[in-house]
């Protein structure tokens, strides 16, 4: 067993799935219904089709706000600009 202070960043894993997908796991198993199981299903393949992407799930929420709000984004808002005044 390989414990060191090295793999405390990486992600935690359940079999060969990211952990934190089986929290809907745990919410089908306090409701269980037919929708509650395809959305366990669909949870587990997002985060599956995220891991083969090469993405964790904290880098594409990042992904996802970039594609969101686009490749400009200046360092001030138009409305924070001031004016140029001439007091003379």
Not at 3 to 30: E, I
Not at 57 to 79: C, D, T
Request: charged share 25%; hydrophobic share 60%.
């Amino acid at each position: 067993m390989d414990l060191h202070w090295r793999n405390s960043q990486k992600t935690p894993r359940f079999f060969a799935f990211d952990a934190r997908a089986f929290a809907a796991v745990f919410f089908f198993m306090l409701h269980a219904r037919l929708w509650t199981f395809a959305l366990v299903v669909l949870t587990i393949l997002v985060f599956w089709v995220l891991e083969r992407r090469g993405l964790t799930f904290e880098a594409s929420l990042r992904a996802l706000r970039v594609w969101i709000l686009g490749r400009r984004r200046p360092a001030l808002l138009n409305q924070k600009k001031r004016l140029w005044v001439d007091f003379g």
